[in-house]
Nanobody, 119 residues
């Protein structure tokens, strides 16, 4: 089992910045990548940013490119969000993409943290 503990988030005015962090702990699984997703009211959950733990490659949603930066340090993934817009308002979820000892992939999720950007 992998446990994900998120921190950060909150309320910020448009144009401001926030940081999110997510620490992964557990055993029996190897981390392949970590990511942040978000879900706004009435919308589907969408990928915000992803980082590979093996190659350190990153992927971003078009809507956040140039404003958000994902990074990883050991088993903690962070998301630095700048130039925030009201449309960034959502619950942000940490995601860990893993494989178990025999190579079967498993996804784990954090509990979610609210980010609210006021106009």
């Amino acid at each position: 089992q992998v446990r994900l503990v998120e921190s950060g988030g909150g309320l910020v005015q448009a144009g401001g910045s926030l940081s999110l962090s997510c620490a992964a702990s557990g055993s029996g699984f190897s981390l392949r990548a970590m990511a942040w997703y978000r879900q706004a009211p009435g919308k589907q959950r969408e990928l915000v940013a992803r980082i590979s733990t093996t190659l350190s490659t990153t992927n971003y949603a078009e809507s956040v490119k140039g404003r958000f930066t994902i990074s990883i340090d050991k088993n903690t993934v962070s998301l630095q969000m700048t130039s925030l817009k009201p449309e960034d308002t959502a619950v942000y979820y940490c995601n860990a993409q893993t494989r178990n000892v025999v190579g079967v992939p498993y996804d784990f999720w954090g509990q979610g943290t609210q980010v609210t950007v006021s106009s």
